[in-house]
């Protein structure tokens, strides 16, 4: 059977023309800062971003402890949203790769406030206590459902980390989603932060890769700890071509994906059968709480019928638009939907 498979917008298949881009990459190696390609691709984003400078990694994940790593030492405290990917999705290693903890703080649709997070920044003179060192934001947020962080509260915490000392890091996987949704640019979004990680390989369409951003200064130092952990890639301007040929293609074409999640969301709104939260619809990702029966048996019978959807939350499931599943495929989801519902 083929399956329409909405489970993430990490599920898309390199193009046609972004595999040409591939295939007629120029490359070198990537360990002596030789590979051409690589060195477009970080340029190219550096300036997109409006950060100094930019480093190519495997992954978000990488990108995101890569950041942490450069900016803490052990012992170290980093605050962030209760459901932050940083701190449920990326198996523990601020622990195991940064000897760091996190301080979670429950938000509201992916977001905390400085209000919230003020009171849990530990006193400079307790010395006993971990030392903060970093707040984290996540743009747009993936567990809370694709939810884009509004700018007057990233520049509220901005100037909260300021007065304390403490780094500021976004995740922004999918910030070019945020960036479409709002028409705020990524390098608005970028420049509140002292680094950003942003993903090529979800809706942008990417095989894989990611680009964190910063000072020329942070990204030296997270280039040797890269290297550290044996991100060291040699001719790897073949895949760095795939993420150029992303940004330079893919990032408007996002708007498509959030007009389809927000049919998908519309009907299932109507549904009496399923808890869909609109105002959390903002970009590509629904969280449905199905409540005539459990979030597994309505993955199963969608599969059944040839859908492919996710589990979400424990008593949701999350349903992803992205460029490899066209309109057509969204009226087919909806009926499918219905069908199972029903
Ligand atoms: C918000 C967020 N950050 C980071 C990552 C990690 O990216 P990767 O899967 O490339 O390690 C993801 C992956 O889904 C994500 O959704």
Redesign the pocket.
């Known amino acids: 059977m083929k399956y329409i498979d909405l489970r ?1 917008d ?1 599920v898309t298949r390199p193009s046609e023309a972004m595999r040409k881009a591939m295939y007629e990459a120029e490359v070198g190696d990537d360990v002596f800062q030789e590979d051409p390609t690589v060195n477009k691709l970080q340029n190219y984003a550096a300036e997109l971003l409006g950060k100094e400078a930019a480093l190519y990694v ?7 402890q890569l950041c942490l790593n450069t900016w803490t030492s052990p012992g170290d405290e980093v605050i962030c949203e209760m459901d ?3 701190f449920n ?2 198996s523990g290693s601020p622990a195991v790769l940064s000897g760091i903890q996190i301080l979670p703080i429950v938000g509201n649709k992916g977001v905390i406030t400085p209000e919230q997070v003020e009171p849990m920044i530990r006193p400079v003179s307790a010395y006993y206590m971990p030392k903060t060192r970093l707040i984290e934001v ?1 743009n ?4 809370a459902g694709g939810t884009i962080h509004p700018m007057e509260n990233i520049i509220a915490l901005e100037k909260l980390a300021r007065k304390h000392s403490l780094y500021f890091h976004m ?4 910030i070019w989603n945020a960036s479409v949704a709002t028409g705020i640019a990524v390098s608005e979004y970028a420049s509140h932060f002292d680094s950003v ?1 942003c ?1 090529l ?2 809706g942008l369409g990417a095989p ?3 680009i964190i951003a910063g000072s020329k200064d942070f990204i030296a130092k997270a280039f040797v700890r890269r290297k550290a952990w044996g991100g060291g890639m040699r001719q790897i301007g073949i895949l760095a071509a795939a993420g150029l040929y992303a940004l330079q293609n893919n990032i408007e074409r996002l708007k498509e994906d959030h007009e389809k999640a927000c049919t998908i969301a519309k009907s299932l709104s109507e549904n009496p059968k399923v808890g869909v939260d609109l105002s959390s619809v903002q970009t590509n990702i629904i969280i449905v709480k199905p409540l005539s029966m459990k979030p597994e048996e309505m993955i199963m019978k969608c599969k059944e019928k040839g859908l492919l959807i996710s589990g979400g939350k424990i008593d949701s499931v999350r349903i992803v638009t992205h460029l490899d599943a066209g309109f057509e495929d969204v009226k087919k989801t909806v009926k499918i939907l219905e069908e199972v519902l029903d």
Request: aromatic residues 4%.
């Open positions: 993430s990490t495997p992954s978000g994940t990488m990108g995101n932050a990917h940083i999705y990326e996540e747009t947020h993936n567990r995740d922004g996987a999918r990680s993903c390989s979800k894989a890769g990611s």
